[in-house]
Each structure stands twice: as structure tokens, then as C-alpha cells.
């Protein structure tokens, strides 16, 4: 596995990049340093980088987080998440009813027309956006009440596929990881983030508005640290991927002295069934 300093030692080889928001870009606290160069460097002497996040919230409010988390605006062209394509799935199955099933900070979500929401034993589909309370609960306490969906039969659309995720210092857990409990039961789950098409189908015609034209796949450069959403996503759909080794999976892929190690990256990858051009700490240029 190439462990590289920064994007620009392979970047003259792509035309566009799909980044990773959290654990690529930030930790829901603060920016990571040397981020915001990468980006901006890349869009002006590269071409158009694009935000792709499994955030269950619509595009349009996720430019203020940014804001406030310290990411300039000249750093990307445009967003893309896995909200905007869980509403479109809303948006088709409303009235519903549905059972909502995810914190108030998600409210946006469920601004589509005509959708009821309804108890589980009169819900037609299940609108899972995370845990009631993603910082204080467990997955397994959601266990009984999604055996009930799972018994009747009733799908659930899991906005977020990231089973964990990093907080500032602290682990909590997402959408995905009730999306797991469901299927485990015998339920069906209609995911819409990554790693799966429908996400990847809006990033397309967003960069293709961007660009003024249709950028090859094999020009597409993704940086992402989930092996099971972004890794994933990207092998599924020919497209290049750095896997930043510094998030979630980083604790496997170091050796004693505390860097990366290639050899163990190469396990990290080839265990969860995928492959990367390259491996490196955090996004740097």
C-alpha cells in the first residue's frame, strides 16, 4: 500500500474530487489542519471538488456548519448528501405514514410534502435518520422496538448508512447501526448514502452543473476514511480512492512506532474486501 504525504503527489492525474465531510474534513468540532489547503489547491489547479457526506440533512444547511467549523467556501464547489436523496425517497412514498425514527437536529429531513407520521404498529415505512439520542444511546436499546417494524413487514429507509462516527473525542453511533439491527431481524432496508448508487447518481449531475461538462470516472479522485461508505462506494463505482487512515479504521493500520503501516493497511483493505491508490494520515496537499 502507497502511503503518501498529500494529495498532490497523484493529483495531476484527476480533473475532479469527491471528499468525505466528517473524519476527512472535520470532527463535528473543528476543520483538520491542512484541509482547507488541500481542498482549495486542488479546485484551482485541478478542477471542481465536491462534498459528498452521509449526513442525514439537506445540502442547503450543511454550508453554515461548515462555516462555523471553519472551512472557507473557496475550498469546494458544491455539496451533495445523503439527506438530498433520503427526501427524494420521502418525498415518493408520502404520505406514509411512516415512523420517525431519529433526533429533533433532523427535523429538515422530514420537511417533504404530504408525509404523516404514525406508531409503529400503523406505519407503512419506517424514516430512520439516527438514534432518538445519538449521544447518550445504545444501538441494542432499539432492539425490541425494531422487531416490531421487522415482524410487520415494513421497510426501513435509513438515511445514513456510517454505522459510527467521531464526535469531537467522543465515538457515537448513526443510522446505520440501527439499519444493521433491522436486517439482522429480517427487515428490509432501503439505503440511499454511500456506498450505494443513489447518492453517487446526484454527485454525478451536481459535478456535471459544476463542470459544464461530464468528468471521466477514472479522473474522479475520492478521499474518504470508512471502509464500509466511502471505500466501498468508491470500488463499487470505478473510481479512485486515498483512504485517510487517521479516523475510524486508523487504530489497525499502524505499527509499534505509531505510523502507518503499509503492510497492515494492505490487511485493513484486503480483510473488508477493498482497494486504494493510496493511503495517507489526514488530507493534506
Known amino acids: 500500500m502507497r502511503i503518501i504525504d498529500g494529495i498532490s503527489e497523484i493529483a495531476g492525474g484527476y480533473e475532479a474530487m469527491l471528499c468525505d465531510a466528517w473524519g476527512v474534513i472535520h470532527n463535528g468540532r473543528r476543520v483538520f489542519e491542512g484541509v482547507a489547503e488541500a481542498m482549495a489547491t486542488f479546485r484551482k489547479e485541478r478542477g471542481p471538488v465536491l462534498i459528498l457526506t452521509n449526513a442525514p ?3 442547503e444547511i450543511i454550508p453554515a456548519q461548515l462555516d462555523r467549523l471553519g472551512l472557507p467556501r473557496e475550498c469546494w464547489d458544491a455539496i451533495v448528501t445523503s439527506g438530498d436523496a433520503t427526501m427524494f425517497e420521502f418525498n415518493r412514498r408520502a404520505p406514509g405514514p411512516a415512523f420517525r425514527l431519529g433526533p429533533e437536529k433532523d427535523d429538515p429531513m422530514f420537511a417533504v410534502g404530504g408525509l404523516r407520521f404514525a406508531p409503529m404498529e400503523e406505519a407503512a415505512f419506517i424514516a430512520c435518520t439516527g ?23 415494513i421497510p426501513m429507509v435509513c438515511a445514513n448508512p456510517d454505522i459510527i462516527v467521531d464526535f469531537g473525542g467522543k465515538r457515537m453511533w448513526c443510522a446505520g447501526a440501527l439499519a444493521a439491527i433491522y436486517e439482522e431481524l429480517g427487515g428490509s432496508v432501503v439505503h440511499v448514502g454511500k456506498p450505494h448508487p443513489p447518492i453517487y447518481g446526484l ?45 475510524i479504521h486508523g487504530e489497525d493500520a499502524r505499527g509499534e512506532d505509531g505510523a502507518l503501516d503499509g503492510a497492515k493497511l494492505e490487511v485493513v483493505l484486503s480483510v473488508s474486501g477493498r482497494t486504494a491508490v493510496a493511503a495517507m494520515e489526514g488530507l493534506r496537499w
Not at 213 to 228: F, S, T, Y
Request: net charge negative.
Open 131 to 153: 438514534l432518538f439520542h445519538d449521544e447518550t444511546e445504545e444501538p441494542e436499546a432499539y432492539r425490541d422496538l425494531l422487531k416490531e417494524g421487522a415482524d410487520r413487514g
Open 203 to 247: 454527485a454525478y449531475e451536481k459535478m456535471r452543473a459544476v463542470a459544464g461538462r461530464d468528468i471521466p470516472r477514472e479522473k474522479i479522485l475520492v478521499i474518504g476514511d470508512g471502509l464500509a461508505t466511502d471505500i466501498a462506494g468508491a470500488n463499487a463505482q470505478g473510481l479512485d480512492v486515498v483512504f485517510v487512515a487517521s479516523g
Open 57 to 59: 440533512r439537506p445540502a
